[in-house]
């Protein structure tokens, strides 16, 4: 494995890591820090001049390395992860978060309902700027498809849990709910208690998109 591969595979480990940490704390907060978004955005331009200057060292010039695809790694074990040039990560931060945002507004306007945050559309553009718009878009769609699944899940299996308990076996009288407790119907899972957190769903995607 070369120089510019190690590097490459480093920067993508750190944006999953990071991923993570911004996931974990959309679940407990509902809130993307900016720094976070903002960390992760200045490793991608870390490592693209780290790029730049091994393609420099190794006689590939400065800017052709800079602006040519990132190396494939993990094509060794048949995992292949394919690179983005600098061009194509611009535009996919571009297309990804300027499309999240249009989508987001026209949303809001037509049904009155928050859509996605300014966290989520901002963590979209960093996403974009390592995937591509291409693999950008497998992103949005898998973690589109996977909280929508979630979120049925989670209705039906509170629907049901309200049909266990809204018949009582015969003979027996409904207790009155104890005082600050919740009625059944209003039990929800804690991940939806609020507005869905949709950074967990984003970095399931651009895992998956990885390997797309």
Aim: proline fraction near 4%; charged fraction near 15%.
């Amino acid at each position: 494995m070369t120089y510019v591969s190690v590097v490459t595979l480093v920067a993508y480990g750190l944006l999953l890591a990071g991923l993570v940490v911004i996931a974990v704390g959309d679940m407990r907060t509902r809130r993307i820090p900016n720094g976070m978004v903002a960390a992760l955005a200045l490793l991608w331009v870390i490592w693209r001049c780290v790029l730049g200057f091994a393609g420099r060292y190794m006689g590939l010039g400065f800017w052709n390395t800079l602006l040519s695809p990132a190396p494939t790694v993990l094509g060794q074990i048949g995992l292949p992860v394919y690179g983005a040039s600098l061009s194509g990560g611009v535009l996919g931060a571009l297309a990804l978060g300027g499309g999240m945002l249009v989508l987001s507004a026209v949303y809001e306007l037509t049904t009155k309902k928050e859509s996605f945050g300014g966290g989520d559309i901002k963590l979209m553009v960093v996403i974009g700027l390592f995937l591509g718009w291409e693999r950008g878009l497998v992103c949005l769609f898998v973690a589109c498809l996977v909280s929508v699944v979630y979120a049925l899940a989670m209705r039906f299996r509170t629907r049901g849990k309200d049909g266990d308990t809204a018949r009582p076996a015969e003979g027996s009288q409904r207790e009155p709910a104890a005082a600050g407790t919740q009625a059944s119907s209003e039990v929800a899972d804690p991940f939806l208690a609020r507005t869905m957190p949709f950074a967990p769903f984003l970095a399931v995607g651009t895992l998956v998109a990885f390997f797309f």
